[in-house]
Every structure is written in structure tokens, then in C-alpha cells.
């Protein structure tokens, strides 16, 4: 019984003939070529937007996802543009003084990409190039000397800052900030709870005193932060 319920392979599909789906040899490079089917007024639309030559003018495709806007509109353009003169290139490169504004150059066609190359070979050397200098005999001296300079001229600075403040009856103590004035008596440095049982005529004195260290400091630490860049 059951076997005369069983349905043969043959019934289960169709075969189409592949006659059906053929067309025209130019149509078909025509579709191929566009990239679309059956769009044939944005085909058109398309074609007009890409032969007018101005500023101003611009393309916009919408359509579903899928069905090759994309794949058109790149083989749109490289069809139109393959009779046109080739374009230059334009590139941005970073501009030091201003970081949020590159700098845009324009250079003949190819130019871009051998300048990349060029700018990759560059980078390899001075990889291996610097460290050779860095490392050698004469880069350490002149690296020595550049030190000792800057060592010289801070302490010059600090010599003249610690004799205003020795003449004035200061000490200084260099602090993360800048510098402290602690006020000196009788060749001693006094400590705050010292400093309050002075005189009030003294005191007075020796915070005006104290004002002037403190100037001359704000006027030296500029000097000193310019010498340490």
C-alpha cells in the first residue's frame, strides 16, 4: 500500500530552460555594464548628473539595501571617467603650528602615493638613524655640554635670589610650587611659633621684607622654568 503512495524524484522539481532568461548579447553588456536592472530613468538621471561639469553639482543614490547601488554608481563613474583626463591628487599632511587644521597639497597623478612610499622609506631610516646618532661619542658631548651650561646659569640665578633674600633676612626653601622665605634672626632660622612672639613692630618689618623675596622669586622662576625647557 505504501508504496503506491511514494511520488518520484522527477515530479518533485521543474526544469526551467535556460532559453528563457536569455536576451540580446547588447543588452546584456548594457546591464553589465551598469551595474542595475530595470532602472532605466536613474540610469538616465545618473548619466546627465555625471556630464555636468560644475561646481555645486552632486549625486545621490537611495535605494534598498542590496540591490547594487553601490556596484552602478562605481561603474557609472570609472565609464565616464575613463575618456577624462586623469586627475591630480590631493593630500593632507599635519600642519605643527596648527593641529587642528592639516595642511592640503595638491600633486600630479600618482604623486600621493609615492609621496606615502616615500614618507614609509623615511621613517625606516630615521628608525635606524637616530639611534646611531644618539649613541655616539660626539652626540654625548655636546649633550654634556649643553648640561652643564644649563647647570651654570640656574645656579647663577638661584646665587642672586638666595643673596637678595640673605640681605633682606630670608632663607629660602624650594617648595613643588616656587619658594618659601623663612625669616632669619641673628644668623638663625626661625620657626613659625618663633615668628609670632616677635615684636609686632618687627614683624610688621619683616613681612614687608618678606613681600619683596617673594617678588624677586616670581620675577627668577620664569628665567629658571625657560632655562629647564
Same mark, same amino acid.
Given at each position: 500500500? /505504501?508504496?503506491?503512495?511514494?511520488?518520484? %524524484?522527477?515530479?518533485?522539481?521543474? +526544469?526551467?530552460?535556460?532559453?528563457?532568461?536569455?536576451?540580446?548579447?547588447?543588452?546584456?553588456?548594457?546591464? %553589465?555594464?551598469?551595474?542595475?536592472?530595470?532602472?532605466?530613468?536613474?540610469?538616465?538621471?545618473?548619466?546627465?548628473?555625471?556630464?555636468?561639469?560644475?561646481?555645486?553639482?552632486?549625486?545621490?543614490?537611495?535605494?534598498?539595501?542590496?540591490?547594487? @547601488?553601490?556596484?552602478?554608481?562605481?561603474?557609472?563613474? %570609472?565609464?565616464?571617467?575613463?575618456?577624462?583626463?586623469?586627475?591630480?591628487?590631493?593630500?593632507?599632511?599635519?600642519?605643527?603650528?596648527?593641529?587642528?587644521?592639516?595642511?592640503?597639497? @595638491?600633486?600630479?597623478?600618482?604623486?600621493?602615493?609615492? +609621496?606615502?612610499?616615500? =614618507?614609509?622609506?623615511?621613517?625606516?631610516?630615521?628608525?635606524?638613524?637616530?639611534?646611531?646618532?644618539?649613541?655616539?661619542?660626539?652626540?654625548?658631548?655636546?649633550?654634556?655640554?649643553?648640561?652643564?651650561?644649563?647647570?651654570?646659569?640656574?645656579?647663577?640665578?638661584?646665587?642672586?635670589?638666595?643673596?637678595?633674600?640673605?640681605?633682606?633676612?630670608?632663607?629660602?626653601? /624650594?617648595?613643588?610650587?616656587?619658594? =618659601?622665605?623663612?625669616?632669619?634672626?641673628?644668623?638663625?632660622?626661625?620657626?613659625?611659633?618663633?615668628?609670632?612672639?616677635?615684636?609686632?613692630?618687627? @614683624?610688621?618689618?619683616?613681612?614687608?621684607?618678606?613681600?619683596?623675596?617673594?617678588?624677586?622669586?616670581?620675577?627668577? =622662576?620664569?628665567?629658571?622654568?625657560?632655562?629647564?625647557?
Amino acid at each position: 500500500m /505504501k508504496e503506491n503512495l511514494k511520488v518520484p %524524484s522527477e515530479k518533485l522539481y521543474h +526544469l526551467c530552460d535556460p532559453e528563457v532568461f536569455s536576451q540580446p548579447e547588447d543588452e546584456e553588456d548594457q546591464s %553589465s555594464r551598469n551595474g542595475i536592472i530595470g532602472q532605466e530613468r536613474a540610469a538616465k538621471a545618473v548619466d546627465f548628473g555625471l556630464r555636468i561639469n560644475r561646481q555645486g553639482y552632486n549625486l545621490y543614490i537611495s535605494g534598498l539595501p542590496g540591490v547594487g @547601488k553601490k556596484t552602478y554608481a562605481q561603474a557609472a563613474v %570609472s565609464d565616464h571617467a575613463k575618456d577624462g583626463p586623469v586627475p591630480e591628487d590631493w593630500i593632507y599632511v599635519y600642519n605643527f603650528a596648527q593641529p587642528e587644521r592639516p595642511r592640503a597639497f @595638491k600633486l600630479p597623478a600618482g604623486g600621493g602615493h609615492e +609621496l606615502c612610499l616615500d =614618507m614609509e622609506n623615511l621613517v625606516a631610516s630615521l628608525k635606524e638613524e637616530i639611534p646611531k646618532v644618539l649613541g655616539g661619542e660626539e652626540y654625548e658631548r655636546q649633550r654634556t655640554e649643553i648640561v652643564k651650561e644649563y647647570q651654570n646659569k640656574r645656579n647663577d640665578q638661584l646665587d642672586e635670589l638666595n643673596k637678595f633674600a640673605e640681605n633682606n633676612g630670608f632663607a629660602l626653601k /624650594k617648595t613643588a610650587t616656587g619658594f =618659601m622665605s623663612v625669616p632669619v634672626v641673628e644668623g638663625k632660622q626661625l620657626s613659625q611659633t618663633e615668628y609670632e612672639e616677635l615684636e609686632p613692630a618687627l @614683624k610688621e618689618k619683616m613681612e614687608k621684607k618678606s613681600q619683596e623675596v617673594q617678588l624677586k622669586a616670581l620675577e627668577i =622662576m620664569p628665567r629658571l622654568q625657560s632655562l629647564e625647557r
